[in-house]
């Protein structure tokens, strides 16, 4: 039998990471949200910084939410510490807050470093949060060159001509 | 069912045409004006032709693609998703950002974005935009739950 669906805890999500003081860009739909996108969304993807503090805040801040990799068997032995974000890059894990996409780097925009200009600070489920701005957000879904974003691209685009528009 | 179509005879669209728009209105459907007896005319809301107009011209552009790849001048989608001005040649850019040409392929999905909703969630503040995912979410989550409640209980059913 297919299994229930469960939730997306947004809110416990970002608060869990933002309070765990751990440094991270949110991208994706919740961005695209954020900018006033109508599309939804269920998972979080965040761009997070790949300096050993904020590894360790990280590993941190998830620890107890149970995070194991996406799509992958039960079973595997993937342990969640500083070691493995090292080794790794992007994770995309579920946790008992609902999915979370780790991205150390995006195709298009690099890692934190590189996007953190490009990112703007709003407030996300009562938090200040940095988040992708608008045409950097286009920029680095067009570059993932993935044909289920065209509509999503579209959209972004659309809102962007809207606010450039000087309605906004 | 089909839907009855909603006609309505050249002699009453004389008499009363603020009754025929109405009609229009209210029923949401092209209203066909019959003189004689046989189909004349047909009278649509102005959304409802703006909608036709984009399928057309939509439509329009996936002929003339499907003709440029039988002619071998297609692209793959990934190109024209990563390298627009390959395919498109011009140089246009996106308003807000110099950098982004504007893509052709993206143009066309473009034109069947609602604005309105656009509008809408541009006039909210980040916080109700958040508010609204949180409970749109929690919404799509509970139907697609009674879905699946309700394939297992066919299952139950026919495995009786």
């Given at each position: 039998m297919t299994e229930a669906l469960s939730v997306t805890e947004f809110q416990k999500i970002?608060?869990?990471?933002?309070?765990?003081?751990?440094?991270?860009?949110?991208?994706?739909?919740?961005?695209?949200?954020?900018?006033?996108?109508?599309?939804?969304?269920?998972?979080?993807?965040?761009v997070y910084s790949r300096t050993d503090a904020n590894i360790r805040s990280l590993v941190n801040a998830l620890e107890h939410r149970q995070p194991y990799l996406r799509g992958a068997p039960k079973g595997l032995p993937f342990t969640w510490d500083a070691e493995t974000i090292r080794m790794g890059l992007n994770f995309t894990l579920t946790t008992s807050l609902g999915p979370i996409d780790l991205l150390g780097e995006v195709t298009g925009g690099g890692g934190y470093d590189a996007l953190r200009p490009h990112a703007v600070m709003l407030e996300v489920f009562g938090r200040q949060c940095l988040v992708l701005d608008l045409p950097w957000l286009i920029k680095v879904k067009r570059a993932a060159g993935r044909p289920k974003d065209i509509e999503a691209i579209a959209e972004l685009e659309a809102l962007l001509e809207i606010r450039d528009s000087g309605r906004f | 069912m089909a839907k009855v179509p909603n006609i309505i005879p050249v002699t009453d669209l004389r008499q009363d045409a603020a009754a025929a728009l109405k009609r229009l209105k209210?029923?949401?459907?092209?209203?066909?004006i019959t003189q004689r007896g046989r189909p004349a005319?047909?009278?649509?809301?102005?959304?409802?032709?703006?909608?036709?107009?984009?399928?057309r011209q939509l439509l329009r552009r996936i002929a003339r693609g499907e003709k440029e790849v039988a002619a071998g001048r297609g692209f793959d989608l990934a190109v024209a998703l990563k390298e627009p001005e390959t395919v498109h040649g011009a140089e246009r850019k996106i308003p807000g950002d110099p950098e982004l040409p504007r893509n052709p392929v993206i143009e066309a999905y473009?034109?069947?974005?609602?604005?309105?909703?656009?509008?809408?969630?541009?006039?909210?503040?980040?916080?109700?935009?958040?508010a609204d995912l949180v409970s749109h979410e929690?919404?799509?989550?509970?139907?697609?739950?009674?879905?699946?409640?309700?394939?297992?209980?066919?299952k139950r059913k026919r495995s009786r």
């Open positions: 970002i608060r869990t990471l933002s309070d765990a003081h751990v440094e991270f860009i949110v991208v994706g739909g919740v961005a695209a949200i954020a900018h006033g996108s109508a599309r939804l969304t269920r998972d979080v993807d965040v | 209210s029923s949401q459907q092209p209203v066909v005319a047909v009278l649509l809301s102005v959304e409802e032709y703006e909608r036709a107009e984009q399928e473009k034109k069947d974005i609602d604005r309105t909703l656009l509008v809408e969630n541009l006039r909210k503040t980040v916080p109700e935009r958040m929690r919404f799509a989550v509970e139907m697609r739950n009674a879905m699946i409640k309700r394939e297992a209980k066919i």
